[in-house]
């Protein structure tokens, strides 16, 4: 399908290296991945060129680290306080918004002696956010750029947490929004989506199948008016990733950790972080120095996994069979740009098994009081399997991405998870029970 494509000023034709009328912020393009050919800021997503995926370049400000870090450091905290570095204009913390981000990063000192780990491990414990999901930070830039655009419908296609958070943003911002899932989700993330008052569409398949409609839907009068956020606005939504490779190394004393564990739906998430930690390299904000980011996958969907095992540099589709539902995109957008940063930074792309993932929600919840979403499950097991398979050095500094909250996806751990006893109310049966201590 080709490129939508929405004109922002006279001259708005391939090769352009003028941004549109459109105000957001230091992004001056949209710069194809593959090629480079660049294009005025717009609600368009492929290369016309090469039909390569498109993101945002910046006019960044150089050249006073010091003053930049202390800008940031006196900002909201939340994601707009790295305004100045984002697709976004100066205002935006004025405007109707959920102003998600700045989560804890917990010290997980618990969690690193079951595991062995010395050099410091940490959570990134983005439940936090206002739908409780990573997905509002990308939600949040992704609504600017609907702003800047025109636009009066904010849709999306999604395992789950992305619908949430545009419907819960849409409803902020007075924004119509109409979302689409595969008809078989947690029920707690389709009521989740569907109480902020959009319409909520179940597709009958899987994720590809919902994302291929949406596909169609933007090529069509029917779709005239939408901002689909991770479809036509998806260079701008991409960007809300980078805000948590920000916020890590701030919170670290403005400081790259050694190593990352980042789940992998789309990749996108990863790729982002990525693209953050080197601005903050080209900033000045951080020292220069060497970091490895390993990707974690559901073994019922890992068509990254198996490509980084077998020495691929293309990903094979798979069709999803995990419970790991919010990431169960079986043929990954970014998968083979998640390939190179593993290799790159010498890291790897792991998986793990459905009770694997259990145990390691468990585990995280025993250790840290921590309730993960399956995807958290995800990231700390593959975590314990990379030690295990002497893949990740325990004696580095390692951050570790939970993504969501196990509200979400209760039925994961609800077969497993229950009273210890139940007793009659009196003191001998509670004896008889044995949990007296």
Same mark, same amino acid.
């Given at each position: 399908?080709?490129?939508?494509?929405?004109?922002?000023?006279?001259?708005?034709?391939?090769?352009?290296?003028?941004?549109?009328?459109?105000?957001?912020?230091?992004?001056?393009?949209? /710069?194809? %991945?593959?090629?480079?050919?660049?294009?005025?800021?717009?609600?368009?997503? &492929?290369?016309?060129?090469?039909?390569?995926?498109?993101?945002?370049?910046?006019?960044?400000?150089?050249?006073?680290?010091?003053?930049? %870090?202390?800008?940031?450091?006196?900002?909201?905290?939340?994601?707009?306080?790295?305004?100045?570095?984002?697709?976004?204009?100066?205002?935006?913390?004025?405007?109707? !918004?959920?102003?998600?981000?700045?989560?804890?990063?917990?010290?997980?000192?618990?969690?690193? %002696?079951?595991?062995?780990?010395?050099?410091?491990?940490?959570?990134?414990?983005?439940?936090?956010?206002?739908?409780? /999901?990573?997905?509002?930070?990308?939600?949040?830039?992704?609504?600017?750029?609907?702003?800047?655009?025109?636009?009066?419908?904010?849709?999306?296609?999604?395992?789950?947490?992305?619908?949430?958070?545009?419907?819960?943003?849409?409803?902020?911002?007075?924004?119509?929004?109409?979302?689409?899932?595969?008809?078989?989700?947690?029920?707690?993330?389709?009521?989740?989506?569907?109480?902020?008052?959009?319409?909520?569409?179940?597709?009958?398949?899987?994720?590809?199948?919902? !994302?291929?409609?949406?596909?169609?839907?933007?090529?069509?009068?029917?779709?005239?008016?939408?901002?689909?956020? !991770?479809?036509?606005?998806?260079?701008?939504?991409?960007?809300?990733?980078?805000?948590? &490779?920000?916020?890590?190394?701030?919170?670290?004393?403005?400081?790259?950790?050694?190593?990352?564990?980042?789940?992998?739906?789309?990749?996108?998430?990863?790729?982002?972080?990525?693209?953050?930690?080197?601005?903050?390299?080209?900033?000045?904000?951080?020292?220069?120095?060497?970091?490895?980011?390993?990707? &974690?996958?559901?073994?019922?969907? /890992?068509?990254?996994?198996?490509?980084?095992?077998?020495?691929?540099?293309?990903?094979?589709?798979?069709?999803?069979?995990?419970?790991?539902?919010?990431?169960?995109?079986?043929?990954?957008?970014?998968?083979?740009?998640?390939?190179?940063?593993?290799?790159?930074?010498?890291?790897?792309?792991?998986?793990?098994?459905?009770?694997?993932?259990?145990?390691?929600?468990?585990?995280?919840?025993?250790?840290?009081?921590?309730?993960?979403?399956?995807?958290?499950?995800?990231?700390?097991?593959?975590?314990?399997?990379?030690?295990?398979?002497?893949?990740?050095?325990?004696?580095?500094?390692?951050?570790?991405?939970?993504?969501?909250?196990?509200?979400?996806?209760?039925?994961?751990?609800?077969?497993?998870?229950?009273?210890?006893?139940?007793?009659?109310?009196?003191?001998?049966?509670?004896?008889?029970?044995?949990?007296?201590?």
């Amino acid at each position: 399908m080709a490129a939508q494509t929405v004109a922002t000023n006279d001259t708005d034709t391939a090769g352009t290296d003028t941004a549109g009328a459109v105000d957001l912020g230091p992004a001056s393009a949209l /710069s194809c %991945r593959e090629c480079g050919e660049r294009f005025p800021l717009g609600p368009i997503f &492929a290369c016309e060129i090469c039909f390569g995926p498109l993101e945002v370049a910046y006019d960044l400000p150089t050249g006073d680290p010091e003053g930049l %870090r202390k800008q940031i450091e006196a900002g909201p905290d939340n994601i707009w306080r790295y305004a100045p570095l984002l697709p976004v204009p100066a205002d935006v913390a004025t405007k109707p !918004n959920l102003n998600p981000g700045w989560t804890k990063l917990v010290k997980a000192d618990n969690l690193a %002696r079951e595991l062995g780990v010395t050099g410091g491990l940490f959570i990134k414990d983005d439940s936090g956010n206002p739908t409780h /999901s990573f997905k509002d930070r990308v939600v949040a830039q992704a609504l600017e750029a609907a702003r800047a655009f025109g636009f009066t419908t904010l849709s999306c296609s999604s395992t789950g947490n992305l619908a949430g958070a545009v419907g819960a943003a849409a409803a902020r911002a007075g924004f119509r929004s109409c979302v689409f899932i595969p008809h078989d989700l947690e029920q707690g993330k389709v009521v989740m989506a569907a109480v902020y008052g959009g319409d909520l569409v179940g597709i009958e398949g899987t994720y590809d199948d919902v !994302n291929r409609f949406c596909s169609e839907l933007i090529g069509d009068p029917l779709g005239e008016g939408w901002g689909f956020v !991770n479809v036509n606005l998806r260079p701008y939504y991409g960007e809300g990733s980078k805000t948590l &490779a920000y916020e890590i190394c701030e919170q670290l004393g403005w400081q790259i950790p050694d190593q990352l564990v980042i789940p992998i739906a789309s990749g996108s998430q990863l790729t982002k972080i990525d693209k953050g930690l080197q601005e903050l390299i080209k900033l000045g904000l951080v020292e220069d120095k060497p970091y490895k980011i390993f990707g &974690a996958q559901a073994e019922g969907c /890992s068509p990254v996994s198996a490509a980084f095992k077998a020495g691929h540099d293309v990903v094979r589709p798979q069709k999803p069979n995990t419970i790991a539902k919010s990431l169960a995109i079986g043929n990954p957008a970014d998968g083979p740009y998640v390939l190179d940063i593993a290799r790159r930074t010498g890291g790897a792309v792991e998986d793990v098994n459905d009770e694997q993932v259990v145990d390691a929600i468990k585990l995280l919840a025993r250790t840290e009081g921590i309730f993960a979403e399956t995807a958290g499950g995800v990231t700390v097991g593959v975590t314990r399997k990379l030690i295990e398979n002497g893949l990740l050095d325990p004696s580095l500094t390692t951050v570790v991405l939970n993504t969501g909250d196990g509200l979400k996806t209760l039925d994961a751990v609800a077969p497993t998870s229950g009273p210890s006893a139940v007793i009659k109310p009196s003191l001998d049966a509670f004896r008889s029970a044995g949990l007296a201590g």
